[in-house]
């Protein structure tokens, strides 16, 4: 499958399941929102506190598995992430990343303000992932 191919199918949807990798090798797996860039990079927001965050920083590799509602069509896509650092006011660049990202992936917030402090107390982190290479399947076989 090519890499903008899965791109496109990844803009339909914002759902996915996001693939890292823990200290055994072996894989984590979490339920994510997620939105994708004119540029291909993929943004998540994950906590500092949690699993992913942890395999992430100690391995910045991740697959994001992507289905269509039908579950028939399925994209994967696999590359390297970077973190934002975590977010520590409600009025630093961390925040002002993840407000822009929220904004993308599900509109206005009805308290910005509030959104910001839950962003501080969650400790929050914005993922950027850029992958370089899909596969999957968004047809069934004839």
Do not use: C
Request: proline share 4%.
């Amino acid at each position: 499958m090519e890499l903008s191919t899965a791109l496109d199918f990844a803009r339909t949807n914002k759902h996915g399941v996001l693939v890292t990798l823990k200290r055994d090798g072996k894989p984590q797996l979490s339920n994510i929102l997620y939105s994708v860039s004119d540029d291909g990079a993929a943004q998540i927001s994950i906590t500092a506190t949690r699993a992913k965050y942890h395999n992430l920083a100690r391995d910045p590799w991740a697959a994001l598995h992507i289905t269509r509602d039908d579950f028939y069509a399925y994209a994967v896509l696999e590359g390297e992430v970077e973190m934002s650092a975590i977010a520590g006011a409600p009025d630093d660049d961390a925040v002002e990343a993840l407000v822009t990202w929220y904004r993308t992936a599900a509109g206005e917030h009805p308290d910005w303000d509030e959104f910001r402090r839950a962003m501080v107390d969650e400790k929050r982190v914005l993922v950027t992932f850029r992958p370089t290479r899909a596969y999957g399947m968004l047809q069934l076989p004839r």
